[in-house]
C-alpha cells in the first residue's frame, strides 16, 4: 500500500501490515508523539469496513480529516450538536438544555434547518466535504449550514454509516445516550473502533463523569417551587444541606440515600422537567427556533447527573471548588467502559503512552495483539534528540512539603526558564502544588498559569504573543492534554519541560473505591494501576508535548526523587541520562544541551 507522503517512516508499513491482519481484535498500537499514527490507522481500516475514529477534543478531529483525505477515503466529523447548531449560533447554553430544547423542537417541526433534511439528500452532504479543503470541524459545520441550509449535526451524523471514517469525541463512543442520538439507526458492532490516546481509558473518570454544583441545586429548588412541585423541591433539601457543608477540596463519599438520591426522585425530577420544558415552549411558540433554543432550567443538569448517579458501577462523591461546592457521580470500575469495546466489530488502541501489554490485557481486555513501534522496529526519532535529567534534591512527597521546598521548586522553574530561548512548560502533580510554587514566580514576566477555567485558546494566544512564555499546567488536565505547542512549520514550541513531582493522583475517597473495587478482579496490580501506572502516563504525557516532529529536541527534568524507584522508573520506558543532586550542575548541563543542538 503506497503512502501519500514520499516515503513511509520507519515501521509505518510494517505497522499497517500488522493492523490489517489482526482486524476484528482488539489491538494496541504504541509509537511515540509525531509518528503517524493516525496515517496508519486510516490506511490499516481502508476497505475494510466502517470506522469509527474516536478522539478526546475537537482540537484533534483536523489531523485525522487530513489524513483521510490524503489517503482518499471518504469521512463525516461529529460533535456537540450544540456548537454546530446554526439557530443558536454560539449562544452559551447548558448541553442538557440544548438537547431537551432541541429534540422537543424537533417534535414540533420548529426548526427549519432538521425539516429541509427532508429534501436534501445525503450524497449533497458527502459531495460537499470531499470537495472542500477545510479540516476545521466548526469550519465544516458552518459550510454544510451556510451552502445547504440543513441541520449539520443530523446531517454529519447520517454520513456515517455511508463514510469510510466517521471522526468523533469520546462521548460518541462512551456515552450511550450521546451516541444513539447521533447515530440512531447504526450499531456499534457495525464499526471498526479506533481509539486515539487510548492512555486515557486507564482513568475512568476522564471517559465517564458527572457533576452538580450547589448553584444548580439551589436553583432547582427554586424553580420546581415555582411551578408547582412543591413536594419534589422538598425532596431535594438533604442535597442542598450536604453541598452547604462541603469544605475540602478532595473527593469524600456520600451515599446516594442520605442526600436523596433515589430512581424515584431520578424519576419524579425527570417528568417535572419535560413538563415544565414543554409548557415553555407552548406558551412562548411564538418567538421562534432562534429565541426557544436558548431556554434554560438547572434542572436539566441536575436531570442527567441522576441518570449517572443511580447506576451501579458509579458511587457519590463532594467536593468544594474555588466559589462553591460539587457533587460528583464517577464510575469505580472498568466494566462500562469495557463494554462499549466488546460491542464494536474490532478495536484499535492507539497511544504513545499505552501501558505495558500485562496491564493492559489485566484492565481492558485479555489477549490484545499489542504492537510497539519502537521495540520491533527500532527508535524512531534520535535519541540524543530527548536528555532525560532527574533532579532528586526535591519531592512532592507529603511528608516532605514546606515552603522551603515549595521555594526550591520555584527557584529551578525559574532558572531553567532564564536559560531557554522558547518556552518552558513545568507541570505539576495538582493545583494545590502548582499554587504553592508559583507564588515565588512572581518575577518572571511572560507567564500563564492553569486554573479550572482555563481555555485552550488562551494558551495558544498567550504563546503566539510571547512564544518564551513559561507554561504553568496541572498533569492530566487541559492544557498538558490538549494544547498542541506547535508553531506554523509543525514544529514544537517547548525547549524544557520540567515535570514538578509525581503526578499521582490524589488520595481521596474516590481513589480509595476506586483501588478498593479493582482489588477482586486484579489483585495487587490494582494500587498499581491507580497510582504508579497512572503517575507514569502523566509524565509522559506532559514529556511528549515538548516532541511534535523528526526535528524537536527538548531537555526534560523529572525533579523528584521518587523517579528513581525501580518500578517508576520501569513504566516510564525510558532510559535517564543523569541523575543530578546540584542545580548548578543541571542547568550547566541545559546550556550546554540547548546550544549543542541549536
Known amino acids: 500500500m503506497p503512502s501519500p507522503y514520499p516515503s513511509f517512516r520507519r515501521g509505518q508499513r510494517e505497522s499497517v501490515e500488522f493492523i490489517r491482519s489482526n482486524l476484528g481484535g482488539l489491538i494496541a498500537f504504541k509509537a511515540p508523539t509525531g509518528y503517524g499514527k493516525t496515517l496508519v490507522a486510516v490506511l490499516s481500516h481502508l476497505g475494510r469496513g466502517r470506522v469509527l475514529y474516536a478522539v478526546r477534543t475537537r482540537n484533534e478531529m483536523a489531523p485525522v480529516v487530513r489524513e483521510a ?85 443530523f446531517s454529519l451524523a447520517g454520513l456515517a454509516s455511508r463514510v469510510d471514517v466517521a471522526v468523533v469525541t469520546y462521548p460518541y463512543v462512551f456515552d450511550d445516550v450521546v451516541y444513539s442520538t447521533a447515530f440512531q439507526d447504526v450499531g456499534l458492532d457495525e464499526f471498526y473502533l479506533v481509539i486515539d490516546e487510548a492512555h486515557t481509558l486507564l482513568n475512568p473518570q476522564s471517559v465517564i463523569s458527572g457533576s452538580v454544583d450547589l448553584t444548580h441545586v439551589r436553583e432547582s429548588r427554586r424553580e420546581l417551587s415555582e411551578v408547582g412541585y412543591v413536594e419534589l423541591s422538598e425532596s431535594l433539601r438533604p442535597l442542598e444541606e450536604a453541598l452547604s457543608r462541603v469544605t475540602g477540596d478532595r473527593l469524600v463519599r456520600v451515599r446516594r440515600e442520605d442526600v436523596g438520591i433515589t430512581p424515584d426522585i431520578g424519576r419524579a425530577l425527570e417528568e417535572a422537567l419535560y413538563e415544565v420544558r414543554l409548557a415553555s415552549l407552548e406558551a412562548l411558540a411564538g418567538l421562534g427556533a432562534e429565541y426557544l433554543l436558548r431556554l434554560t432550567s438547572p434542572l436539566s443538569r441536575l436531570v442527567k447527573f441522576y441518570s449517572l448517579a443511580l447506576e451501579g458501577f458509579t458511587r457519590v462523591y463532594t467536593q468544594a471548588t474555588y466559589n462553591s461546592a460539587e457533587l460528583h457521580a464517577l464510575p469505580v470500575s472498568y466494566e462500562p467502559i469495557r463494554r462499549r469495546l466488546r460491542q464494536a466489530r474490532g478495536v484499535l488502541l492507539m497511544s504513545g503512552t499505552l501501558p505495558p501489554k500485562p496491564i493492559l490485557d489485566r484492565v481492558i481486555s485479555a489477549g490484545s495483539r499489542y504492537l510497539d ?15 532525560y535529567a532527574v533532579y532528586s534534591k526535591l519531592t512532592t512527597s507529603y511528608a516532605y512539603r514546606s515552603t522551603r521546598m515549595f521555594m526550591d521548586y520555584a527557584r529551578l522553574v525559574r532558572e531553567v526558564y532564564r536559560r531557554c530561548g522558547r518556552a518552558v512548560l513545568a507541570v505539576y502533580p495538582s493545583y494545590e502544588v502548582m499554587r504553592e510554587v508559583v507564588v515565588y514566580l512572581s518575577d518572571v514576566r511572560d507567564v500563564y498559569v492553569e486554573s479550572g477555567r482555563s481555555r485552550i485558546s488562551e494558551v495558544e494566544e498567550a504563546l503566539t504573543r510571547e512564544p518564551h512564555t513559561l507554561v504553568n499546567a496541572v498533569a492530566g488536565g487541559k492544557i498538558v492534554e490538549g494544547v498542541e505547542f506547535r508553531d506554523s512549520s509543525g514544529r514544537s514550541m517547548v525547549d524544557t519541560v520540567v515535570v514538578c513531582g509525581v503526578p499521582y493522583p490524589q488520595p481521596d ?30 509524565a509522559s504525557q506532559a514529556i511528549g508535548r515538548a516532541i511534535r516532529s523528526e526535528e524537536d529536541r527538548a531537555y526534560v527534568v523529572l525533579a523528584d526523587r521518587r ?24 542547568l550547566r548541563s541545559l546550556s550546554s544541551f540547548l546550544n549543542s543542538n541549536a
Open 69 to 153: 483525505r490524503r489517503v482518499g477515503a471518504s469521512f463525516t466529523v461529529v460533535f456537540s450538536g450544540r456548537r454546530m447548531c446554526p439557530v443558536l449560533r454560539g449562544a452559551d447554553v447548558e448541553a442538557e438544555d440544548f438537547w431537551l430544547n432541541c429534540r422537543l423542537l424537533r417534535l414540533k417541526g420548529m426548526c427549519p434547518y432538521y425539516a429541509n433534511l427532508r429534501s436534501t439528500s445525503l450524497q449533497e452532504v458527502g459531495e460537499l466535504l470531499a470537495g472542500s479543503t477545510l479540516t476545521d470541524p466548526h469550519k465544516l459545520a458552518e459550510a454544510i449550514a451556510r451552502e445547504l441550509s440543513v441541520c449539520p449535526f
Open 373 to 387: 513501534v519502537e521495540e520491533a522496529y527500532g527508535r524512531v526519532f534520535p535519541r540524543e534528540k530527548v536528555f
Open 509 to 538: 475517597d474516590y481513589l480509595e473505591d476506586l483501588r478498593d473495587s479493582l482489588e477482586g478482579e486484579l489483585g495487587s496490580l490494582a494500587k498499581v494501576v491507580t497510582t504508579d501506572m497512572l503517575a507514569a502516563i502523566r
Open 563 to 586: 523517579y528513581l524507584k525501580r518500578e517508576l522508573r520501569e513504566l516510564m520506558g525510558f532510559t535517564y541520562d543523569r541523575v543530578f543532586t546540584d542545580l548548578e550542575e543541571l
